[in-house]
C-alpha cells in the first residue's frame, strides 16, 4: 500500500479541549516537526483541531490524521460518526482510524467491517485498534482477513503488556503507546497498582540527571526502544518541543532498568478488557455518540 506510514512521534491530545491551549499545543508540535495528530471521537475535539489545522500552512499530505471510533457508535453507527469525524477534522479521509476499545465479539466484528468498507472507499488509508486484547485481534482477522494496522494500548515502566507486544510485534501489527509517563506522577486511573514507588522514581531521576535529560524523554525513548510509536501529549510548548527530541541514547543497563519495574500481565489486560464492555449500555449503543462540533 503506496500510503503514509505512521511517523515514529505523534502529537496526543486526549484532555486538550481548552482552543486556545490546544491551538498553541498543536502550532508548536507541528513548528518542531510533529506530523502525527492523534484524536478520537470522544475527546470531544476533533472540530478544534479541523479548524486548527485549517489555518496552518502545512498540506493534508504532509499530516497524518489518527481519530478513533466512539465504542458507543459500534453498533449502529460507525460509518455516520466517522463521516462525522471527516466533517469536524476538515478532510476528505483519514489516515488511520482505530475501534477505541474492545467490547464483544460481536460489536467489535460489526463496527470493524464497517471501517474494512471505508477504507474500501478511500475514506481511511489504514484501519487499526486501540486496548484490543490478543484474543480480540485474533477473533477480527478470522472473521474479515484483514489484520489491523496498529494496537495503540497502554505503556508504561509499569504497565507493559508485553505478551500483547509479542503477539502484535510477531504478526506485524504496529505498536503505539499511550500513557507512557503517568505512572511517575500518579497512578493511571485504569490500573490503581501502576503507581512507581518512591525508590522506583528515584533510580528515573538518578538516569535523568546522568544523561541530562527530562523524564518524559527518558521514557519515550526507552518507550521507543521497545519498538513503540507513541503520541506524547503536553499543554506546555516546551514539554511539545521537548517530547520530540529524542536524538541522544541511553545504556542498555538503564533500559533494563525501567523494563524492571514492570508489574503487568495478560491476564490484568485482558480484565481491563473486559470492563470496557460494561462501560457501554444497551441504551448507550442505541443512540450513539454523534454531534456536529462538541457533545456535553
Request: hydrophobic residues 35%.
Amino acid at each position: 500500500m503506496n500510503e503514509k506510514q505512521l511517523p515514529q512521534i505523534g502529537f496526543g491530545t486526549w484532555l486538550l479541549t481548552d482552543f486556545p491551549t490546544l491551538e498553541k499545543a498543536i502550532e508548536t508540535a507541528l513548528h518542531t516537526g510533529y506530523r502525527h495528530i492523534d484524536t478520537a471521537q470522544v475527546y470531544n475535539n476533533e472540530y478544534d483541531i479541523g479548524e486548527i489545522l485549517a489555518k496552518q500552512s502545512i498540506s493534508r499530505d504532509e499530516l497524518f490524521l489518527t481519530t478513533k471510533v466512539a465504542p458507543q457508535n459500534y453498533l449502529n453507527f460507525t460509518r455516520q460518526s466517522v463521516e462525522e469525524s471527516l466533517t469536524r477534522l476538515q478532510t476528505d479521509y483519514l489516515d488511520l482510524v482505530l475501534l477505541h476499545a474492545e467490547l464483544s465479539p460481536e460489536l467489535n466484528l460489526t463496527a470493524y467491517q464497517e471501517l474494512i468498507n471505508l477504507q474500501k472507499e478511500g475514506k481511511i488509508k489504514h484501519i487499526g485498534v486501540s486496548n484490543f486484547s490478543i484474543a480480540g485481534i485474533e477473533h477480527l482477522v478470522q472473521k474479515t482477513g484483514v489484520k489491523p494496522y496498529c494496537n495503540q494500548i497502554v505503556c508504561s515502566p509499569t504497565t507493559r503488556p508485553i505478551e500483547l507486544e509479542d503477539y502484535c510485534l510477531d504478526h506485524d501489527i504496529l505498536l503505539v503507546g499511550y500513557s507512557i509517563i503517568k505512572p511517575y506522577f500518579s497512578p493511571n486511573p485504569f490500573y490503581p497498582e501502576s503507581a512507581l514507588s518512591t525508590e522506583e522514581k528515584a533510580k528515573l531521576d538518578e538516569m535523568c540527571a546522568k544523561y541530562d535529560i527530562n523524564i518524559g524523554q527518558l521514557l519515550n525513548y526507552w518507550a521507543v526502544s521497545h519498538n513503540y510509536h507513541i503520541i506524547p501529549k503536553s499543554s506546555n510548548p516546551a514539554r511539545v518541543e521537548e517530547n520530540f527530541a529524542l536524538n541522544f541514547s541511553i545504556d542498555r543497563e538503564d533500559l533494563e532498568t525501567i523494563d524492571q519495574m514492570n508489574r503487568f500481565t495478560a491476564k490484568e489486560y485482558q480484565e481491563q478488557v473486559a470492563s470496557w464492555e460494561d462501560r457501554i449500555t444497551p441504551e448507550a449503543l442505541e443512540t450513539g455518540l454523534l454531534y456536529k462540533k462538541h457533545f456535553k
